[in-house]
Structure formats: structure tokens, C-alpha cells
């Protein structure tokens, strides 16, 4: 609906444009000497009729089922302008060239049918003159000029027609490969969505776990994970490519499906290094320039933590006493460095564990003090639901520059 109001109100700035000229050029006649005025009464008609034109163009604006009449409006210019030149001295009027106006509104539809349509209505304009006064004959140099200017204004016409069918083919063009890019990326957003944990019912119950993501786009370049491990534990990663959308988000498949696929290697560190030969594939590594910051962990049975961390440094261990410390290293992201080791703690009943990426941060000023910030709001949370809700509540409430996604696991052997 709003697209045709649109277009409606479109002819009403087209007609009054015309109707300005033709109101313009009767009061300069009527009001400058030099300026011939041969029949003050047809000018006046002609003047009349754009106005009414100009209603009637208003009326399509407010009723846009009247729009199917378009055409009529720039057809009544041509009448209008013909009384006006006929008023003003017929052949030697100097307000002809107003007529262009109605030649290339009809020309710039479509329809190779709007070349003709404007010719018509010009050479109606220019014989007009016969038709209001005695036929007197048209001397061969009257025929020669008024066969230029219809020559000319078909000229005019079939140019303005070819130029708006390829505009017009072009944009369809353009919407086609968007509509089919749009089709790409919603399909790539399922895809994301699909390699998401749900819950942790498959976790051994030792584990509760809560997380969610919210891309900057439809595709994000963060992703998190978790799934339990042979062992009798569970193993937790949380990744965050460089850059957004799609190429970030296959980046980011790709990784944790390396990470996922080594479940048999107890240290997490060798998952990153099968990662970083993954990444590596092409002679020109055309993918190495990408890097992704990294936190994986795997919590054995007895609450045993291994973890390791490539550039991202923004895991906390929240203990049940209150204490809280990040577990950060000085190790280089995956796509930058080549080889990683992991470290080891022992979590206490109710230790909790949360990651997050940068994004997050950006909920909290984005500044220096950021940091510190969501330090305090850790502290102000002990349920690890309460807190992913907090802070998926606080990225739905503006757009983000960054995708925000959290981890947070809390281990409660039984």
C-alpha cells in the first residue's frame, strides 16, 4: 500500500511542477510588455486546465486506486501547454519547451508504447493553432520547423524510454541477487542457530549449564558449545571469529566442528592444535589472515578443570566462597599462533564458570573501565540463568556492533 501512495503522491509533485511553469509564464505575459499575449483567453484556459490537472493528480494521492489514470494527467499538459503557446504568440512563443515536461514523464515508464504516446500528444500541441483559428495553410518553412521539434521531442522521448527500461532491468537485476543473497543468509542463520546447543539434558547431572548468543547480524562470527566428554565429564568451548556475517560465521562452524571432532583427546590443548592444521589447508592460506579467540575446557568427573585459552582472556571462575579470578594465558589465537598448553584446577561444589565474548563488554560501556563493570555485575549474580537472561535483556535492548554470547556452567556433583 504504502509503495503506490508513494508513487501517487510522486505525479502530484510531477503535475505541479508543470502547472508552476504554465501559472509562471501567463502572469509573466500578462504582466511584461515584451512578452506577446495574442488570445488572453485561451492562455487563462490553458492556465485552468493544469490546475485542474493538478487536482486531479491531488485526488489519485488521496484515492490511489485512481492511479490506473496516471496517464491522463501529463496527456492534459500537452492540451494546457498547446492553449498557453497558442495564447502567447502560437509560433513564436517562448514557452514551448515546457512541453518536455509531459514527453518525459510518459517516456520514463515502461513499455516501448510511451515513445508514441508522447509524440501524439506533441504534435497535438503544435497543431493545435489550426484547429483554433481559420485554416490558413502552413507555409513549407512552418511544416520544416514543426517536423524538427516533433523530430526532436520523439528524440527526447525514445531516449528517456531506453535509459528507464535499463535502469528499470538493472534494479531488477540488483533485486534478484539481493532476494537470493537474503535466501543465503537466512538459510546460513538456521544452519548457525542448528549447531547450537539446546539444553545440557544430554550433561551429566553434576552440570548445570545455561548460554545463548546474539549475533550483530543475521550471522555471527561467536559461537559457543558443550557436550559431555568419555570420560564421565563435560567440555565447554566458546569461540569469537574476527569480523561478522556469513564469512565469520562459516569461519566459526568450521572451528568448532574441529574442536567438537576432538572429543577423545583429554587435553584440550590438542584440540586447538588440530584446529590450527585445519585452518591452515590452502598453499596460499588465504584464511590465516581470519583469527578466532578461544576458551575450551573439559571438567572430568571429579571436578577436575583443563582448559586452555587462545587470545581471548575473558573466562572467570566464580568460587561458591564469593572469590572470583580470570583464567587467562598468553597464548595466541587460533589463525595466529601455532601451538598451545593447558592448565589445571580443581573446581569445589558450586563453582561456576562463565565466558564471554568481547561483545559483552560493549554492554557495559565498551571503555577501559568495561572490565571492571562486568566484574561487579558477575558478582551481583549468583544463578547462572538469571545472568545469561540479564545479559541477553541488555543486547536486545539496542542494536549491538558486536555479537554478544555468553557461557556460564556451574559443577554441583551430587
Known sequence: ???????????????????????????????????????????????????????????????????????????????????LRYGTGDSQSVFLAIIVLPVIWIAAGPGRWRVLVPLAGVCATLLLPIVLSEYRGITPSEFVRLLIAMLVYAAVGAVVNELSRRSLRKLTSSQDRRRIAEAEVTAAALVQRSLQPDDGSELPAAFRIAGACVPARTVGGDFFDWYPTPEGGAAFTLGDVMGKGVGAGMIAAAVRTVIRSSLDDIDPAAAFCRTAVGLRTGPADLIGTQFTTCFHARIDADGILSWVDAGHGLTVLKRADGSAEFLRSGHLPLGVGASWASSRTRLGPGDTLVSVSDGVLDLFGGSLDSVESYARFLDQHDDIDALVADLVDRAAAGEQEDDVTVLAVTWSPR
Open 1 to 83: 500500500m504504502f509503495p503506490a501512495v508513494h508513487r501517487s503522491w510522486e505525479a502530484v509533485a510531477k503535475q505541479g511542477l508543470v502547472a508552476t511553469l504554465v501559472v509562471v509564464a501567463a502572469v509573466a505575459s500578462a504582466a511584461v510588455p515584451w512578452l506577446l499575449v495574442t488570445d488572453p483567453a485561451r492562455m487563462w484556459q490553458g492556465v485552468a486546465l493544469a490546475l485542474v490537472l493538478l487536482a486531479v493528480s491531488a485526488a489519485m494521492g488521496r484515492w490511489p486506486m485512481l492511479r490506473r489514470w496516471e496517464i491522463v494527467v501529463p496527456l492534459g499538459d500537452f492540451l494546457a501547454i498547446g492553449l
